[in-house]
């Protein structure tokens, strides 16, 4: 799925940070978020602008809503 959503954003043309795992001081607190908001922990977990979306399924959803290019645009990724 990593490779799904990384080809996604290369097309749209968004900004891009990744952070590696081992990186992440605080992954524990990102699973707790994700599980709060329903979602399964994942790999990956997409933010924007410090709001997560979610995983590999969410973000897909949302491109095909045609959600996903106008929150890339509001956030200045793109």
């Known amino acids: 799925m990593y490779d799904t959503i990384k080809r996604l954003k290369i097309d ?11 990186h992440i001081r605080n992954m524990r607190q990102i699973d707790k978020a994700q599980e709060q908001l329903g979602y399964q922990p994942s790999v990956p977990a997409v933010f924007i602008v410090q709001q997560l979306i979610g995983g590999a399924p969410q973000v897909m959803n949302l491109h095909v809503d045609h959600q996903l290019h106008p929150l890339l645009t509001k956030a200045g990724a793109i």
């Open 12 to 22: 749209l043309g968004a900004n891009r940070t990744k952070y590696e795992l081992y």
